[in-house]
């Protein structure tokens, strides 16, 4: 099995590092565009309007309880029949029903991070006759922002590996390769054993350059 592993690992280095690099891309996209939407649905739900509050939080309530496979087969399958005019390329089918879904989940983060600052602050910037939008953009984001940075950084963790799923639909990632590479060898076991390896280095190393992040964040307060 082993002499099997490195052959592979040799054979189709392309093939890996042509996976990572669309797993890494697919998981950067996802919670670049993931944190904006986060951010838009805390803010809303943390309004005074409730009808755009109940929204957000229906949004977040059913991104957040629902299988996010469910979710892959929703954005690829069943909306573009409801809406042929959003009929989608399969990466970006999968990378929309990503974004969303990270995107729930960092909502919860900002408007806990939003939470999280002095209201003092806030009724400060209020009496230097800043208007609420100004306060929230210019006064509580910025603080909310360095404050939700190391979750930003794992969920990028989180999101880097709940991308095998994407395999489903062969959209390259590394998962997608190990069926390419399953096909053309016959061999199940090994490609598996060196994905294994290659989201364990990424992800060991992502955790522990967080954990730099988070004790730098804490010696600066």
């Known amino acids: 099995m082993l002499q099997n ?25 996802s919670v670049a565009l993931g944190c904006v939407i986060g951010a838009f649905v805390a803010i809303i739900r943390l309004s005074k309007n409730k009808v755009l509050g109940t929204i957000a939080a229906v949004y977040t309530e059913i991104v957040r309880d629902t299988p996010l496979l469910l979710q892959l087969y929703f954005f690829y399958f069943l909306l573009p029949d409801m809406l042929p005019a959003l009929r989608l390329t399969d990466f970006t089918s999968i990378a929309v029903a990503l974004v969303f879904n990270s995107g729930a989940y960092m909502a919860e983060v900002f408007r806990s991070g939003i939470q999280s600052i002095d209201r003092g602050q806030t009724e400060a910037a ?10 929230m953009m210019r006064i509580i984001l910025p603080q909310a922002l360095r404050n939700v940075l190391p979750a930003m950084c794992n969920e ?23 069926s390419i ?25 992502m955790s522990k350059l967080i954990a730099i992040l988070e004790r730098k964040l804490s010696t600066d307060e």
């Open 181 to 205: 590479i399953k096909g053309k060898t016959y061999l199940v076991i090994e490609p598996l054993i060196i994905i294994g390896i290659i989201y364990f280095v990424i992800t060991f190393t």
């Open 126 to 135: 209020r009496s230097l006759g800043l208007s609420s939008s100004q306060t």
């Open 156 to 178: 990028f963790v989180t999101v880097t590996k709940e991308t095998s799923l994407a395999s489903t639909f062969f959209i390259g990632d590394l998962m997608t390769q190990h």
């Open 5 to 29: 592993t490195l052959m592979l690992a040799q054979k189709y280095s392309m093939n890996f590092i042509n996976g990572l690099g669309v797993t890494l891309y697919l998981a950067f996209i």
